[in-house]
Nanobody, 123 residues
Framework: QVQLIESGGGLVQAGDSLRLSCAAS????????MGWFRQAPGKEREFVAA????????VYADSLKGRFTISRNNAKNTVYLQMNSLKPEDTAVYYC????????????????WGQGTQVTVSS
């Protein structure tokens, strides 16, 4: 069993930066690929970024490349999402997820979800 707790969300202005954190409890954190998803009001949940268990590989949604960076610290059982040059359209609830297989992120079917953290970007 893995529990994921996100933090770092809030209200910011367009152009600002924000870093989200996701702390994981349970064993074998490095055995899970970790990902971030987001869901805006009235829209489906969408993939943001994912990182391999070792941290050596990362993938991003095409529309977010260059602005968002995912990283992890396995010693702290934590994954991060650095978000720069935020736009109002980035407003959403951001969810952390853990998956045993990389492909689970593409089907939006990870093994575990966090409860989400709200990010609101004002114009």
């Amino acid at each position: 069993q893995v529990q994921l707790i996100e933090s770092g969300g809030g209200l910011v202005q367009a152009g600002d930066s924000l870093r989200l954190s996701c702390a994981a409890s349970g064993r074998s954190f490095s055995g899970y690929a970790m990902g971030w998803f987001r869901q805006a009001p009235g829209k489906e949940r969408e993939f943001v970024a994912a990182i391999s268990g070792s941290g050596g590989n990362a993938v991003y949604a095409d529309s977010l490349k260059g602005r968002f960076t995912i990283s992890r610290n396995n010693a702290k059982n934590t994954v991060y999402l650095q978000m720069n040059s935020l736009k109002p359209e980035d407003t959403a609830v951001y969810y952390c997820a853990a998956a045993l297989a990389w492909g689970q992120f593409y089907s939006i079917n990870p093994n575990y979800w966090g409860q989400g953290t709200q990010v609101t970007v004002s114009s």
